[in-house]
């Protein structure tokens, strides 16, 4: 078996509210605009941004849900394209907010904050327009979007969560309220996190902390530590087979943990 783990059966065993299908709308990947809430009358003033670009990739078969990916770059890569259309092809419309689009110089990494939640609700709302119920809604986060992937598992009414290599697990990033491990146990939907050993951002003995706050959820959750930095699907550095079988794992689980969830 590769990477240690633990599994914590919770609600996300029982029957889900709904399994049907949604038709989407043609299949492919293209960009739109989904916009933000409304603000109240006391922030208004303050708010500039009405809407989020988004790319979105549509199944080439009925939908059976949707995953809103958050990640951590100006730029898509290849590999993180890759990905989106692999979940595609797994039945799931797939919508990717531009994250940087409210960003720009010096700030280029500061994605963390209440806009990064206001870009997710934007797909989320995106996504429910077209019929696609909450529960068969996931979130999949990278780095500090998948911090914000974790957050939004313990606050919002989704499906399932996947968090890859997020940070703040111990002590709140800038801008985060509380250490992940402070609201482990207010998860409302089943999570999976993937983290590497040799991540100096997720340590290892911060992970072990998380898993075991993770426990005393009412969800499911799943704690992956693989070794080395290979298991992100988003990323394709120099591999050997060892490297390769970690990625393929790592990815593998992601989709089976929507598939298992997201009903």
């Keep these: 078996m590769i990477g240690s783990r633990d599994m914590r059966r919770g609600r996300a065993g029982l029957p889900k509210s709904s399994s049907a299908a949604y038709a989407g709308l043609m299949p492919g990947t293209y960009d739109d605009v989904a916009p933000l809430r409304p603000v109240d009358a006391d922030t208004a003033a303050e708010a500039r941004r009405t809407a989020v670009p988004i790319t979105v990739v549509e199944p080439e078969r009925v939908a059976r849900g949707g995953i ?51 870009d997710f609700d934007a797909g989320f709302d995106w996504l429910t327009r077209r019929g696609v119920f909450p529960d068969t809604i996931g979130v999949l986060g990278f780095d500090s979007a998948g911090t914000a992937a974790f957050l939004v598992a313990a606050t919002r009414p989704i499906g399932a969560a996947v968090s890859v290599a997020a940070p703040g697990i111990t002590e709140p990033l800038p801008d985060q309220n509380a250490a992940l491990i402070d609201v482990a146990a207010d998860l409302q939907a089943p999570w999976l996190g993937l983290f590497g050993a040799d991540d100096p951002a997720t340590p290892p003995e911060a992970v072990e902390q998380l898993r ?52």
């Design 68 to 118: 809103v990916v958050l990640h951590e770059s100006r730029d898509f890569s290849p590999q993180l394209r890759e990905l989106m259309r692999a979940l595609s092809l797994e039945g799931w419309i797939v919508v990717a907010p531009h994250l940087f689009d409210r960003i720009a110089g010096e700030q280029a990494n500061e994605i963390f904050g209440d806009e990064l939640f206001d």
């Design 212 to 263: 075991e706050a993770t426990a005393k959820a009412n969800v499911a959750s799943l704690t992956i530590t693989y070794p080395g930095l290979s298991h992100r699907a988003d990323r394709r550095d120099p591999e050997d087979d060892a490297a390769t079988a970690i990625r393929i794992d790592s990815q593998t689980r992601i989709y089976d943990w929507f598939d298992s969830n997201l009903r």
